[in-house]
Structures are given as C-alpha cells and as structure tokens.
C-alpha cells in the first residue's frame, strides 16, 4: 500500500457522524437533568406547602384547645361560685335573723362536706 491511499486513517474516520450521535447523546442527558430538576423543584414546593398546611393545622388545634381551656376554666369558677354562695346562705333570699347557729354550723359542715366528696370524687355527675 502506498502513503495515501490507506483505508483506516485512525480515530478520525466518520467523525461528524460521530460527533452527531453524541450531541444527540448530550442534548439527551441535558434534557433528562432539567426534567429532574423541574421534578425535584416540584417536590420542594409540595414539601414546603404540606409544612405550612400541616403548621396551620396544628394552630388551629392550640386555638381551639384554648378556647375549650378557657371555657372549662370560666364555667368551673362559676360553678365554685354558686356553690360557696349556697354554702354561705344555705336559705337563699329568705333567710331571716335569728336562726339557732348551733342548725347553721351544721348545715355548714354538711355542705362542706357534700362539696367536698364532689370535688374528689371520680365522676361528673351532678345531684
């Protein structure tokens, strides 16, 4: 064979086919890693509107446990109210001068008592 007329000139044989195929290759990759980027970009905002979501959530869940707070709170110092105003005029409105104290300590003691086995007992039952 003579210089010049060899067949296999070396790596450069076909080299625009060549780079062809591989920038359809690279435009391939790229393409594949701005889809992933836009997917993991999607999935952050999601994770980052499910945060919010679930931080709104449990503020609404406090709120509302502290109004029912409040609520029992207000409704039990009522209930203590009435209670110590029984126990102070166990007659209401009618209650006169001149009663035996000896009676009115005992109905006192008695009362006392009741609101006590109330206030430690289980149940809620009112009577």
Partial sequence: MSAGTDKNPGPVSGAPADDACVARAMDRVLEAERVARSAIAECEKQGREFLEHARQHRRTILERA???????????????ERRVAQIRNPHGADCGAGGDGRTDRARLQAAIEQLAD??????DEES
């Avoid at 502290?66 to 203590?80: D, E, N, P």
Wanted: glycine share 10%.
């Fill in 66 to 80: 502290q109004q029912r707070i409040v609520a029992l709170h207000a409704g039990s110092a009522r209930a203590v």
């Fill in 118 to 123: 109330r206030l430690i007992s289980p149940g």
